[in-house]
């Protein structure tokens, strides 16, 4: 029980800004099981920021850009990170470490790139339709455990984990489904496409570049997942 309590705290502690300590070994075993957790706080801050623009009548731009910073710092800047880093080959993680100014560059601009995805997509997006995007920043987290317990043994997590992330999958999936019936379907596609373009990449990195390569993988699931809902979007405006 006590490990399981560590493993909690390590999962805030590694992927969110609260100042936590973290447990060695022992505190690692069911760690990915909690990591979805940093994206239900996401979810409620982002829902209540929302909430406030909606009462208060706030710009749709201050809406979309207010859930942007809230994801950024929620996680302690890991979004930034994952960017900064720029992954195009995992074998040369350790080279890019030593050689960290000449992919800076590239790393900056796509993080701005994809973060104007991310404005645009959602400035198109309704709002009966913000709660389902921010489903996305737990959905990401629940793909990412389950990529790093299925195919890195670096990640070092109990068998337990893979049950109870599917778990966890299965009642978000069922609660979705029951509030936005098939629209649910796109987004969780499209999550699924970005797994499987991972798997690969998830099996050849070492321990050390697990870390930016989970960055790498949330950033991205988000992504689609934020897109594939502006889609459905427009889709039903038609």
């Not at 409620?44 to 749709?60: A, T």
């Not at 195009?88 to 104007?116: A, E, H, N, Q």
């Not at 509030?179 to 999550?191: D, V």
Request: aromatic share 18%; proline share 2%; glycine share 6%.
């Amino acid at each position: 029980m006590l490990n399981v309590l560590k493993s909690f705290v390590n999962a805030f502690s590694a992927y969110s800004c609260i100042p936590l300590p973290y447990y060695e070994d022992e505190g690692d075993r069911y760690r990915l099981a909690f990591v979805p957790l940093v994206g239900a706080v996401i979810y409620w801050i982002s829902y209540g920021w929302f909430l406030l623009g909606w009462y208060r009548r706030f710009n749709d731009v201050a809406v979309s850009f207010g859930i942007i910073l809230i994801a950024a710092i929620v996680t302690g800047g890991r979004h930034v990170l994952g960017f900064v880093a720029y992954v195009d080959d995992i074998p040369t993680y350790k080279y890019r470490f030593d050689s960290w100014s000449k992919s800076r560059d590239r790393g900056v601009l796509r993080f701005l790139v994809v973060m104007s995805i991310w404005f645009i997509a959602m400035l198109n997006t309704y709002d009966f339709y913000f709660r389902l995007v921010f489903l996305g920043f737990i959905f990401s987290r629940i793909f990412m455990g389950l990529l790093s317990s299925l195919f890195n043994e670096g990640a070092n997590q109990s068998k337990a984990v893979i049950v109870l992330l599917i778990i966890e999958f299965c009642i978000l999936t069922y609660a979705g489904f029951n509030e936005y019936e098939l629209l649910m379907a796109g987004p969780i596609l499209a999550t699924f496409i970005t797994f499987l373009c991972y798997i690969n990449a998830f099996r050849r990195s070492t321990e050390e570049a697990l870390c930016l390569l989970e960055d790498d993988y949330i950033i991205t699931a988000e992504t689609a997942w934020i897109f594939s809902v502006a889609i459905v979007c427009l889709i039903r405006s038609v």
